[in-house]
């Protein structure tokens, strides 16, 4: 495979070229030699490279609902606008969508998704297409969901690109009965499988499961076996410190989405518990409806500030911490070797221009990118050894804007005639 030469780029604030081979950072070090026929790179000295982002919690193609509907109560928000118009999704939005949501990743420096939505036969073709890795759940709901591809998605899977990957996606607690959760917790413990949940996301989810269950939504899924190294634990706010030492001694994975449980009003991530008992976080977005965007550099602030105030203590959650679990442990939580720009590991990472007004000075370049700088900063993003935007272009943009704006147009034209 025909390797890529990085020259002159900032690493550790010294310069260094990089190869790129077979998907990997083969070597780094000064003056490499190009070989024949390799891709060459020119970094002039101004572009540093960082780890890139994993987003863990998202659900792509609702960038289409966008700013639809904004400042209502979580419940009337979902029953009397969300809702109503997610019926009216058709395959082609939810490809027009995911198209549209990895195209805004791809600019703030996102390499991969980890995504729960339904017609996932798209978001896989989307991600396919644009070359970014994703986690593709398979969604479980038991008020019955037509829409969605599992039986697709399990007969396609070994076809996938290694970019792609799917976890057992049960949606929550209060959505999907016990008995297809405990069944979901064997089937993970047999393949062992990637598991996606919401979990304790309102104080109404964490009364209504100790009302139901006598146990906290912890200790429930913990019972059905699905607290396991590889659950994913969207939003995690209503937690006790018992529950806490379990997710710690279940080593399962935490997610913190500050910009969305802000939106919604749900509360507060009790982050500064779950690092002093060693447990696992990751930083997601969740959908762009409760966000509204999908930038992980907004999220990675927004995490930091909310745990300074909230702990009134502004040494938890300092920049390298945070930035830290918005790649190397997001990485991490799905089995990637990646998010640490080091020989062996999987080529993923972002190119940031020094050379603008947030990067300027430039004492401290992560401290710049978590608390001062904004998407734009970011000139190139390469995944898998692969340039997805290089200085700042990503093939079909103008295209995938258009059909996006077409398709939520027609979307809300649907809704109407109904
Ligand atoms: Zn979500």
């Not at 070994?158 to 799917?166: A, C, E, G, L, W």
């Not at 410190?241 to 919604?264: G, Q, Y």
Request: hydrophobic residues 40%.
């Amino acid at each position: 495979m025909k390797s890529l030469l990085l020259k002159n780029v900032i690493l550790a604030r010294k310069n260094t070229d990089i190869r790129i081979r077979n998907g990997q950072f083969e070597k780094i070090a000064q003056n490499l030699t190009p070989e024949d026929g390799e891709d060459l790179f020119h970094a002039n000295g101004t572009l540093a490279i960082l780890p890139a982002f994993y987003n863990a919690h998202t659900h792509a193609a609702m960038t289409l609902m966008r700013g639809y509907a904004d400042d209502l109560e979580l419940f009337r928000w979902l029953s009397e606008m969300i809702w109503p118009l997610e019926a009216q999704l058709t395959p082609e939005d939810v490809y027009n969508g995911s198209r549209l949501a990895i195209l805004e990743m791809i600019r703030s420096g996102t390499v991969f998704f980890n995504d729960m939505y339904w017609f996932q036969k798209q978001t896989v073709r989307a991600a396919e297409e644009m070359g970014i890795r994703a986690c593709i759940g398979l969604l479980q709901l038991s008020n019955g969901n037509d829409n969605t591809d599992n039986e697709w998605l399990k007969e396609n899977r070994n076809s996938f690109s290694s970019r792609i990957q799917t976890a057992l996606a049960p949606h929550a607690i209060y959505t999907v009965d016990t008995e297809t959760l405990r069944k979901t917790g064997e089937i993970a413990s047999g393949q062992n499988a990637l598991i996606h949940i919401h979990l304790a996301e309102t104080k109404k989810e964490f009364d209504d499961c100790i009302n139901q269950h006598n146990m906290t939504p912890v200790q429930y899924l913990d019972t059905l076996g699905l607290l396991t190294p590889r659950t994913i634990l969207a939003h995690s706010i209503y937690l006790t410190e018992d529950d806490i030492k379990l997710i710690a001694k279940r080593n399962s994975i935490t997610v913190h989405m500050p910009a969305s449980n802000m939106k919604l009003a749900s509360g507060r991530f009790p982050g500064e518990t779950i690092l002093k008992h060693h447990s696992r976080i990751a930083l997601g977005t969740d959908g762009a409806c409760s966000n509204n965007n999908l930038s992980m550099i907004e999220e990675m602030k927004l995490a930091a500030l909310l745990a300074k105030l909230g702990s009134e203590n502004p040494e938890t959650f300092p920049a390298p911490l945070v930035y830290d679990m918005a790649s190397r442990r997001g990485a991490e939580a799905f089995g990637l070797h990646a998010g640490v720009i080091q020989e062996g590991y999987l080529a993923d990472a972002i190119l940031v221009d020094l050379n603008t007004p947030t990067m300027t000075p430039d004492f401290h370049t992560i401290s710049n990118m978590v608390y001062a700088a904004d998407p734009s900063v970011i000139d190139s993003v390469i995944c898998d050894g692969k340039f997805l935007m290089k200085h700042r272009v990503i093939d079909g943009e103008q295209e995938i804007l258009a059909a996006a704006r077409e398709s939520a147009h027609k979307l809300v034209e649907r809704l109407k005639k109904c």
